[in-house]
C-alpha cells in the first residue's frame, strides 16, 4: 500500500493542469489567446512531473529494499509539488489580470 501512495502525487500535476487550461480556453473565449501561459504552464508542469516521478520511482526502490523512511519520502514528494502549485497560482493570476 505504501508503495501505491507514492504513485499518486505526480498525478496531481493533472489536474493542475486541467484547471489552467480551462481558465485559457474562457479567456479564448473572450477574445484573449493567452499561447504562452499555457504553453510556458505546461512545460514547467511537465517537467515538474517528470522530475516527481523520478524522485518517487527512487523513493519506491529504497522503501521497497529498506522498509524505512517513508515520511522522508512523502516529505520530497510534497516540496516538488509546490512547484505545480506556484505555477498554477501564478498563471491563473497572470490570467485574471489581462
Not at 8 to 32: C, D, E, F, K, W
Request: proline fraction near 2%; hydrophobic fraction near 55%.
Amino acid at each position: 500500500f505504501l508503495l501505491v501512495a507514492l504513485v499518486g502525487p505526480p498525478l496531481s500535476q493533472t489536474i493542475y493542469g486541467i484547471i489552467i487550461m480551462n481558465r485559457v480556453a474562457q479567456s479564448a473565449a473572450s477574445g484573449h489567446y493567452l499561447w504562452g501561459i499555457g504553453a510556458f504552464s505546461g512545460l514547467a508542469m511537465g517537467v515538474s512531473a517528470y522530475g516527481q516521478g523520478k524522485c518517487a520511482a527512487c523513493a519506491s526502490d529504497a522503501l521497497g529494499e529498506t522498509q524505512k523512511g517513508f515520511a522522508y519520502y512523502i516529505v520530497v514528494l510534497g516540496i516538488i509539488e509546490t512547484v505545480a502549485l506556484f505555477v498554477m497560482v501564478f498563471s491563473l493570476g497572470m490570467i485574471g489580470k489581462l
